[in-house]
């Protein structure tokens, strides 16, 4: 995956599928999506060695308050499975390299 503005886009794209979803869109009613999507592009880019870090006691504290069901943090990783295919390439298990270490930290 190359640089920054590539993982904007691939957020972007990921949560335009979140927003879709009858399931996950409920989550991010009133939510300033720009201020999210930067959040979550640097947490990205974080993960992937970028310069911005988080603690997992902060990504807790983050979304506690959202009481994520298990069903919908399921449809959330297999949405960004699927974004990130289509912006990294057609092959899984290059989606799934880039991936796992996202879904590792949530």
Known sequence: MAGFAKISRV???????????RRTNP????????RLIDHQTKFIASIMGG?????KDQ?????SHLA???RSFSE????LR?????WIG????????HILPILTEL
């Open 27 to 34: 989550y991010f009613a009133g939510v300033d999506m720009r």
């Open 11 to 21: 957020v972007s794209a990921f949560y335009d599928k979140i927003l879709e979803s």
């Open 90 to 97: 057609n092959a899984a298990s290059t989606a799934d390299a």
């Open 82 to 86: 699927e974004t990130s295919i289509v």
């Open 51 to 55: 310069p911005a870090s988080y603690t």
């Open 59 to 63: 990504l807790e504290r983050l979304d």
């Open 76 to 79: 959330l990783a297999a949405l």
């Open 68 to 70: 994520v069901s298990e």
